[in-house]
């Protein structure tokens, strides 16, 4: 289903050593962009003495939104590799962060390639991967006498009720899951004295 992906569910952690270079990856489900980029400064900020701090995330479950960083390693060397574990796992709404502590030794393009590569990966293995669904809201008023029907619909389907007011006018909001969403809409339309808000 189109509205189905999959992320990890906590913060993991991972490791990779190559010629006395420490590489410590972390993987973080994250909802949006800007909670993404927050992470990576969080993870700067604690790791003020590394060489390096690269990142990659992925948002959305049409996985379209997306971005990588090197953080001053040779272009495409670090945040590529880290964005390609990523898409390797088909995993979206998660930011992975990789801290670089040099050893003495430079690793050359390729090496750099697979030491961001492995430790990205090694922090999703330690992962666990969960399937998620998106979610739309809905937030629609109805008389209080049309309660019944209204109660009828929701509970023949699979929804969470957000919030929910019953006086001469009753509001409710619920979430459900994307691909569902127009079924619910259209059952809600067909009662009488239901308004959906737009």
Same mark, same amino acid.
């Given at each position: 289903?189109?509205? @189905?992906?999959? @992320?990890?569910?906590?913060?993991?952690?991972?490791?990779?050593?190559?010629?006395?270079?420490? &590489?410590?990856?972390?993987?973080?489900?994250?909802?949006?962009?800007?909670?993404?980029?927050?992470?990576?400064?969080?993870?700067?900020?604690?790791? &003020?003495?590394?060489?390096?701090?690269?990142?990659?995330?992925?948002?959305?479950?049409?996985?379209?939104?997306?971005?990588?960083?090197?953080?001053?390693?040779?272009?495409?060397?670090?945040?590529?590799?880290?964005?390609?574990?990523?898409?390797?796992?088909?995993?979206?709404?998660?930011?992975?962060?990789?801290?670089?502590? &040099?050893?003495?030794? =430079?690793?050359?393009?390729?090496?750099?390639?697979?030491?961001?590569?492995?430790?990205?990966? $090694?922090?999703?293995?330690?992962?666990?991967?969960?399937?998620?669904?998106?979610?739309?809201?809905?937030?629609?008023? &109805?008389?209080?006498?049309?309660?019944?029907?209204?109660? =009828?619909?929701?509970?023949?389907?699979?929804? =969470?009720?957000?919030?929910?007011?019953? $006086?001469? $006018?009753?509001?409710?909001?619920?979430?459900?899951?994307?691909?569902?969403?127009?079924?619910?809409?259209?059952?809600?339309?067909?009662?009488?004295?239901?308004?959906?808000?737009?």
């Amino acid at each position: 289903m189109a509205d @189905t992906y999959h @992320t990890i569910i906590a913060t993991s952690q991972g490791l990779y050593k190559e010629k006395m270079s420490k &590489f410590i990856s972390f993987a973080v489900p994250v909802q949006s962009a800007a909670e993404a980029k927050e992470v990576v400064k969080q993870y700067q900020k604690e790791y &003020f003495d590394a060489r390096h701090v690269c990142w990659a995330y992925m948002i959305g479950a049409a996985r379209t939104e997306f971005l990588s960083n090197d953080n001053g390693e040779p272009s495409g060397t670090a945040g590529k590799p880290i964005l390609g574990q990523i898409n390797s796992f088909g995993l979206t709404n998660i930011v992975i962060v990789v801290v670089r502590y &040099f050893g003495g030794i =430079k690793l050359g393009t390729s090496g750099l390639i697979v030491a961001y590569r492995e430790a990205a990966a $090694d922090a999703i293995n330690n992962a666990q991967i969960i399937e998620c669904h998106e979610q739309t809201v809905i937030s629609f008023t &109805f008389d209080y006498l049309a309660m019944n029907d209204v109660m =009828k619909v929701i509970k023949g389907v699979d929804l =969470k009720i957000l919030n929910q007011e019953f $006086d001469n $006018d009753c509001r409710m909001t619920v979430s459900i899951r994307s691909d569902n969403a127009p079924m619910l809409v259209s059952r809600l339309a067909d009662i009488d004295d239901v308004r959906i808000d737009e």
